[in-house]
């Protein structure tokens, strides 16, 4: 490496490798390195690609990943090891590879495709200091997403590493503290301390289980299950982490509510959240199946199911498919038909809103996504905002913000209306600025026997602290209570 070569940049380095990788190759050398390959192909790879990690250098059991953003390596390490967990509960003991990961944000030499340097060097250490399934990061990592996502870290104090001058301050999150497996068949994510309702509130939601099934065309879906009692299903909605969700200030109080009575079973469409990113098709058509599929694998006979938003359209569509399984129907929020189907005026609009998603949709600057975010929550605290502007990023990528985004504008489901044979619930913010109010009444007037009730409010996803939201609560609870 000459001089005239030597770049120097700033950047968040994660190392990780495989916990005892030498003594499973003695055990079985071939099974094991090619259980290595099928995780990377299956899961690892494609996880690091959906958080912009560049894989710029391996070592047998072990890689080391570039991220240009703290919070995405930070996210990228937290689901990487609730994905292994969930994968290694499915196989015998023997054949598990359980990781370690360190994490350090600092300065590093760039030579051509490799990163060397310092920055890298506290990245392999903390790796090494960590407990199997879990995570260190280095102080300077640790001040950068402290405030961005709610995982209490803690502090294990100045350690002294190999070929490093000077004490590294870390911090660790343990497996426990990640993702718990239970019985073989999920995990659970606790949530911060902080965030947690008060001990013995009724309306305290029990941990969710975040799963994987296959949609038709293979495309991994991921799902999560939360409370205990009836089921109730939640459509998808654009944009959507059941993970970041969990003790978010905009959806925390939604599952906590939704579950308190029922199983919340809740899932991130194709293209976006945890669920795959880089998939083929994103229609209308394939997120009707890919409910019909999550539905199928949870063996669900009859539920009631909720649609928000965009959502509203595909339970519309499920349950005119199959009116046996759908005991009660709620559409908050929604309308039948997308922004390019109803007037020019909206089908323009939709369109410049593509262009500067587009063009600014991936950037650590917020402002691009900032317009979105009013639009959604125009009532929305700075720290709201602030955690949707996050939420937008980390959850899908420009390009499939676009491709879903212009599915939506073109959803039609007028003709669907009047076939819906389940009770119907429709609610609707008056003043909504992304679903307008006159769509909520004529998905309501064009369903047989709809119920229709209007919300005084502006925001599209409705907050906490708003009025709206108890009756809200209160409607939904009662609506989907009484018996069919």
């Known amino acids: 490496m000459t001089a005239e070569k030597v770049k120097r940049g700033l950047a968040a380095i994660l190392v990780a490798d495989v916990v005892g990788f030498s003594r499973l190759v003695g055990v079985d050398e071939v099974g094991t390195i090619e259980e290595l390959k099928l995780h990377r192909s299956e899961f690892i790879d494609p996880l690091f690609e959906r958080f912009a990690g560049r894989i710029f250098n391996t070592t047998g059991d072990g890689f080391l990943v570039e991220f240009s953003s703290v919070v995405d390596a930070v996210t990228c390490a937290m689901a990487m090891q609730q994905g292994m967990a969930n994968r290694n509960s499915k196989l015998a003991e023997q054949k598990r590879l359980v990781l370690r990961i360190g994490i350090n944000v600092g300065d590093v030499i760039i030579d051509g495709e490799d990163i060397l340097g310092e920055g890298v060097n506290i990245a392999a250490r903390l790796e090494a200091l960590c407990e199997p399934g879990g995570i260190c990061i280095s102080r300077s990592a640790h001040d950068h997403v ?81 409370g205990e009692g009836p089921p109730l299903v939640k ?36 293209g976006n959240g945890l669920s795959d990113w880089d998939v083929d098709e994103i229609s209308f058509e394939a997120f009707v199946k890919d409910l019909e599929t999550v539905v199928d694998t949870l063996g669900l006979e009859k539920f009631p199911l909720l649609g928000i938003s965009q959502g509203c359209p595909i339970s519309v569509a499920y349950a005119a498919r199959h009116p046996e399984r759908v005991s009660h129907l709620v559409l908050y929020g929604g309308f039948t038909r997308g922004a390019s189907r109803r007037d020019r ?86 003043n909504d600025a992304i679903a307008p109010f006159k769509e909520g009444r004529k998905m309501a007037a064009e369903i047989p026997n709809a119920r229709f009730v209007a919300l005084e409010g502006n925001n599209h996803i409705l907050l906490e602290d708003e009025p709206a939201w108890p009756r809200f609560v209160d409607e939904v609870q009662s609506f989907i209570a009484n018996p069919t």
Not at 185 to 208: F, M, T, V, Y
Not at 237 to 259: G, Q
Not at 351 to 369: H, K, M, V, Y
Not at 380 to 389: A, C, F, I, L
């Open 146 to 226: 402290r405030d961005k996502i709610h995982v209490a870290f803690q502090p294990i104090g100045p350690q002294s590493v190999k070929n490093i001058s000077r004490p590294v301050e870390v911090f660790s999150l343990g497996p426990s503290d990640i993702w718990e497996s239970r019985e073989g068949d999920g995990l659970e994510h606790p949530l911060a301390d902080d965030k947690r309702p008060p001990a013995g509130s009724e309306h305290q939601a029990a941990n969710q289980k975040v799963m994987f099934c296959k949609s038709f065309d293979g495309v991994q879906i991921a799902y999560a299950t939360a």
């Open 235 to 270: 459509a998808p909605n654009w944009m959507t982490h059941l993970e970041y969700e969990w003790d978010s200030p905009v959806w925390r109080h939604f599952v906590r509510e939704m579950s308190a009575k029922n199983t919340l079973v809740r899932f991130d469409q194709r």
């Open 345 to 430: 005026e909206e089908t323009e609009r939709s369109e410049a809103l593509n262009t500067l998603i587009r063009s600014g949709w991936g950037q650590d600057n917020p402002a691009f996504r900032q317009f979105y975010t009013t639009n959604l929550i125009p009532d929305g605290t700075k720290e709201q905002m602030d955690w949707y502007n996050d939420l937008m990023r980390i959850s899908v990528s420009p390009d499939n913000a676009v491709r879903l985004r212009k599915s939506f504008s073109e959803m039609d489901v007028t003709e669907l209306l009047p076939q819906i044979l389940a009770p119907t619930l429709v609610i609707h913010a008056r």
